[in-house]
């Protein structure tokens, strides 16, 4: 029932908003195989499944359709993981939603294209309503996060809301708590660091060719070979997270490899989940340059 | 990082709307394998493959939300062909749509439980406004479908919006439209029957347990035992499909044959799409009815 000629559609020319791309974003990302330690299209972890993700995508919408009709990134962001939450998996999504709602918003909000500068410019302008409303995000799930250094009792986000005081009297935004945890989280790396991966690894998928969920998991493989992911580090230490980003580094190009490396990771039980949101936010910043689906 | 107990989510009592669970009957459709014949998470068909889903899924939430705020049926299910053809790899999900949409419209506007009166409801109130959008919509997509009675050349679906000036000669509604190849077409026969199918494999899914994917899988194949899909006889005459079944019945429990089943519809290009279509709507009805995911 192919019928790539009606309408003249080649895939770049999508009519789809910001959130829309968002979800499709969540969607490809869990569904690129093989991701190794991850949930693809082929691996479940345990309880943890496709489904999960499927549904955690849906969900996200919500949140992802505040950030385009310019709500705060705070309030946007919370919504999405309210509504990521409303299946039995737990986790699905919340590293990805950091990374897509400042990116989001960049698209609705700041003139010209989307660019590292147009997202830095969002995440400068974060609040400390935005800090609040993250803390009140961790209330939704559990969210692996390693020990917050001494100075940073206080601020420890598995505190939730109970933190917000701390947060005001402190007058911290959202990127002020971004640079607390920038040293040992991929992600607010990212925020603080001008979302440097996610715009290389998006002009990576872009050259890439072939199906764009090969694509995806080669950006995945790429962004592990290149720099250890930081929930493997925090859940198993740095140098188990160095061992798998080299042997990331080994596999990748060569299909029985990879395998190899995923039923490793897998039964080891090592998932290179900040990886994978970076690959996420790769894909949404692919799919607003017109990569073809 | 599975946390089942955080906010004491059980799975069944999601905050979703009507068009949420839409989408998400459409995403664990195609998600749920083995499904001979069709794509699912572990088979592409050619150049029709997993993404192109993922994408119709999210296109069609626009005319989803549509029908959730009482919409015509005919310009809802317009919009969400529209959506869902944002991708390259064709009509993924026009059947499907079909027959959310009138689904989604019924929780929205009657009084009470989704049930069979209540989309009869909705379809014994369409227009000839709305069958005229339903054959604008043909001109979005290529549907495979059979030669139409003799005395139905006017109203031949590929003349898509040239048929608008019979449709309103002849005062034809949707579902007058419908009853015009409810013998041929599993999906109208749903409409003009009650959606006797869909509501009985909703409560098939929703008395089966295990994960939700492997009750859609099992799902499909009961529908496909049970009655000769009319996409397959469309394609490849009424014996193939009475064959596919009697095949689908032999099948259905050992998944060994059921794969075999799989690879040599694969390979013979049987497609029993009007099946998949009805196993979304029935996991529609099993979402809205509290199915876990």
Redesign the interface.
């Known amino acids: 029932?192919?019928?790539?000629d009606?309408?003249g559609?080649?895939?770049g020319d999508?009519?789809?908003s910001p959130a829309?791309h968002a979800?499709?974003a969540l969607?490809?990302e869990v569904?690129g195989t093989p991701k190794p330690g991850n949930v693809d299209?082929?691996h479940d972890l345990?309880?943890?499944?496709?489904?999960?993700f499927?549904?955690g995508?849906?969900?996200s919408?919500r949140g992802l359709q505040l950030a385009e009709e310019d709500a705060p990134v705070g309030e946007a962001f919370e919504r999405a993981i309210a509504?990521m939450?409303?299946?039995?998996?737990?986790?699905?999504q919340f590293g990805c939603l950091l990374l897509l709602v400042p990116l989001v918003t960049a698209v609705s909000t700041v003139e010209g294209d989307l660019t590292a500068e147009a997202v830095t410019e969002v995440v400068e302008s974060t609040t400390v309503a935005d800090a609040a409303n993250f803390y009140r995000a961790f209330e939704?799930?559990?969210?692996?996060v390693g020990d917050p250094p001494a100075d940073a009792g206080e601020l420890d986000v598995r505190r939730g809301a109970g933190a917000i005081p701390t947060l005001e009297e402190r007058e911290m935004t959202l990127l002020d708590v971004m640079e607390l945890s920038a040293e040992r989280d991929g992600n607010a790396r990212e925020w603080t660091g001008g979302f440097r991966r996610t715009f290389d690894a998006a002009e990576s998928i872009l050259a890439d060719d072939g199906?764009?969920?090969d694509r995806a998991a080669r950006a995945f493989l790429d962004l592990l070979a290149e720099e250890p992911d930081t929930l493997v580090a925090t859940q198993h230490g740095t140098e188990v997270a160095a061992e798998v980003s080299r042997l990331a580094d080994e596999a990748r190009g060569d299909p029985t490899e990879v395998a190899k490396l995923s039923d490793a990771l897998v039964a080891e039980g090592v998932?290179p989940?900040t990886t994978a949101d970076i690959t996420a936010a790769a894909l949404f910043v692919a799919l607003e340059r017109g990569v073809?689906?």
């Open positions: 029932v192919s019928d790539g009606v309408g559609f080649d895939g999508r009519d789809f829309e979800e499709l969607l490809l569904a299209r082929e345990g309880d943890l499944r496709f489904e999960h499927l549904a995508s849906v969900g919408r509504g939450r409303q299946q039995c998996g737990g986790n699905t939704h799930v559990d969210v692996a199906p764009v969920l998932n989940g073809p689906v």
